[in-house]
């Protein structure tokens, strides 16, 4: 259980570091989250945020993760020219 709680503390110390890396505006997550604007800058200047809070942010955070993952795979789609034209998918799906 210690463990657990270790973990758990350095997620939540390392979480601003996290949220300042991110592509994502401090409004924009701000606004995903519901996080009231004075509460979530408090929150980064002191590392503390919330379990709950901390969720949110983590699943928004992944979802930048995931979606920066499959632009890589298509530009790297386009650069080894695997491509297809419009009319090469819609012969193919229709």
């Known amino acids: 259980m210690q463990l657990l709680l270790q973990e758990v503390r350095v997620l939540l110390d390392s979480l ?5 890396k991110s592509n994502f505006k401090t409004a924009s997550l701000i ?3 519901g996080i009231p604007s004075a509460t979530f800058y408090k929150r ?6 919330t379990i ?16 920066n993952l499959e ?19 819609e012969a193919r799906y229709s």
Not at 44 to 49: E, G, H, I, L
Not at 74 to 81: F, K, R, T, V
């Open 44 to 49: 980064m200047n002191d590392a503390s945020f």
């Open 71 to 89: 632009l890589n795979k298509g530009e790297l789609d386009i650069a080894n020219n695997n491509t297809a034209t419009i009319e090469e998918l």
């Open 52 to 67: 709950d809070e901390a969720e949110k942010i983590v699943k928004i955070l992944e979802l930048e993760k995931k979606l």
């Open 31 to 33: 606004k995903m989250t």
């Open 16 to 20: 601003p570091q996290k949220i300042k």
